[in-house]
């Protein structure tokens, strides 16, 4: 079953720690996203990337940035976490190929509950 | 620019009643339509999908969607709701004619569905 896995389901960390959250996709995709979802807001898009060294800024791209060294990888990183940056992260995957069944749509991972205190 | 609006923050129908999530939409040309749900601590399963063809589009779980391009609409719609259908549902939206990496959906910001006894 092809999936998008996130390392963490809920994490907590300290006011000025830096915080690394992990994404990782077995669906071969060349678009990877980052989204933070928090109530009345819907999903606001942080970074995208759609090549491997390749990134984009979304919406809210301040205080956070990224990485991706393979293809299947795009890590998100809190420099220094802020009590605001407490969210739900999502991350999703996908294709850019017109064929086969994903036709441009994403699919998500189960999302990390982060809580910075 | 491309953007969803989904009036309606919460809609509430008893079970086995017909219910109908609404969505909205503007994009350049011909859209690609999508609709996600979300149950608690979970992240965005899809649900169906309009990319070209016949304007109702069946979907998993009994749900069904119509395109109607004169009111740039795309309603949820399943005739017999059930209890578990209860959580938030996206509608998502992006142009077929690429317009830069990346291939982006915009989201609406989600309506709760509440289906009681």
């Known amino acids: 079953d092809v999936k998008v896995t996130q390392s963490s389901r809920y994490l907590v960390k300290r006011t000025g720690e830096k915080v690394f959250l992990e994404c990782v996709q077995d669906?071969?995709?060349?678009?990877m996203f980052w989204y933070r979802q928090d109530p009345g807001l819907g999903l606001r898009l942080i970074y995208f990337?759609?090549?491997?060294?390749?990134?984009e800024k979304g919406d809210i791209p301040e205080g956070y940035s990224v990485s991706r060294e393979k293809k299947e990888r795009f890590s998100l990183i809190l420099e220094s976490a802020s009590t605001n940056q407490t969210s739900m992260y999502l991350c999703?995957?996908?294709?850019?190929?017109?064929?086969?069944?994903?036709?441009?749509?994403?699919?998500f991972g189960s999302g990390t509950r982060l809580t910075v205190v | 620019a491309q953007s969803v609006a989904q009036p309606e923050d919460q809609v509430n129908v008893a079970e086995g009643n017909p219910l109908t999530v609404k969505c909205t939409y503007s994009?350049?040309?011909?859209?690609?339509l999508f609709w996600y749900v979300q149950y608690p601590n979970r992240g965005l399963q899809f649900l169906l999908k309009?990319?070209?063809?016949?304007?109702l589009v069946k979907g998993s779980y009994g749900f069904e969607a119509e395109f109607n391009k004169s009111q740039t609409s795309f309603h949820l719609k399943k005739p017999s709701a059930l209890v578990s259908d209860s959580a938030l549902y996206f509608c998502?939206?992006?142009?077929?004619?690429?317009?830069?990496?990346?291939?982006?959906?915009?989201f609406g910001t989600g309506t709760q569905l509440k289906v009681e006894l």
């Open positions: 999703a995957s996908s294709s850019s190929r017109r064929q086969g069944l994903s036709n441009y749509g994403y699919t």
């Open positions: 990337s759609y090549d491997v060294k390749m990134k």
């Open positions: 994009v350049s040309g011909n859209p690609y």
């Open positions: 998502a939206v992006r142009g077929v004619i690429l317009t830069g990496g990346g291939n982006k959906l915009t």
């Open positions: 669906m071969d995709h060349e678009n």
């Open positions: 309009y990319i070209t063809g016949d304007n």
